[in-house]
Antibody, heavy 116, light 108 residues
């Protein structure tokens, strides 16, 4: 069974940092792009970042460039999102997802709240 | 950036009837479009990719059509479990990958 289990969501102050992780199982992790998507309360979906199978290419939405870093560990079948200089408008549920075109498997989401 | 506009914002349909949801893109995305279903408290679920290909395990009552800038998701005979939010997503012209704002499918 394919599973994506996210962790690391927390309450953090503006300007703070947080690292989200997503542990994958049930598929050959190293052969898939991986993506982070966020969803603000009551609103829609926003693509955040994607990373290629071997980690050689990474792409970000403009609003997080220079602040967030996506990475992966194929040996551990995990993908991470290091979030720095957090702002109130980063408050959201963050999902990891398999793929970047049709994203066919999603984690359960990690809630990040940025507030003083 | 490709902007996706979904219509209507809310669609009221009776169980057993057909639902037709629209997604329009601000520039051509060829067939690089996916549809997702999301229920409260759950992550999105992929329904359709490449505009018209059903994802694994998706019932045949879900179908996608269109190319270029105009796309449609059709649910042929609504079941109770189909009432949910639906989002389209383009991946032909990326980055960024972009989503529509969603259509809420509600019971009439």
């Amino acid at each position: 069974e394919v599973q994506l289990v996210g962790s690391g969501g927390h309450l953090v102050q503006p300007g703070g940092s947080l690292r989200l992780s997503c542990a994958a199982s049930g598929f050959t992790f190293r052969t898939y792009w991986m993506t982070w998507v966020r969803q603000t309360p009551g609103k829609g979906l926003e693509w955040v970042a994607s990373i290629k199978e071997d980690g050689s290419e990474k792409y970000y939405v403009d609003s997080v460039k220079g602040r967030f870093i996506i990475s992966r560990d194929n040996a551990e079948s995990s993908v991470h999102l290091q979030m720095n200089s957090l702002r109130a408008d980063d408050t959201a549920v963050y999902y990891c997802a398999r793929g970047h075109y049709g994203m066919d498997q999603w984690g359960q989401g990690a809630r990040v709240t940025v507030s003083s | 950036e490709v902007v996706l506009t979904q219509s209507p914002a809310t669609l009221y349909v009776s169980p057993g009837e057909r639902a037709t949801l629209s997604c329009r893109t601000s520039q051509s995305v060829s067939s690089g479009l996916a549809w997702y279903q999301q229920k409260p408290g759950q992550p999105p679920r992929l329904l359709i990719y490449d505009a018209s290909t059903r994802a694994t395990g998706i019932p045949a009552r879900f179908s996608g059509s269109g190319s270029g800038t105009e796309f449609t998701l059709t649910i042929s005979s609504l079941q109770s479990e189909d009432f949910a939010m639906y989002y389209c997503q383009q991946y032909n012209n990326w980055p960024p990958i972009t989503f529509g704002q969603g259509t809420k499918l509600d019971i009439k």
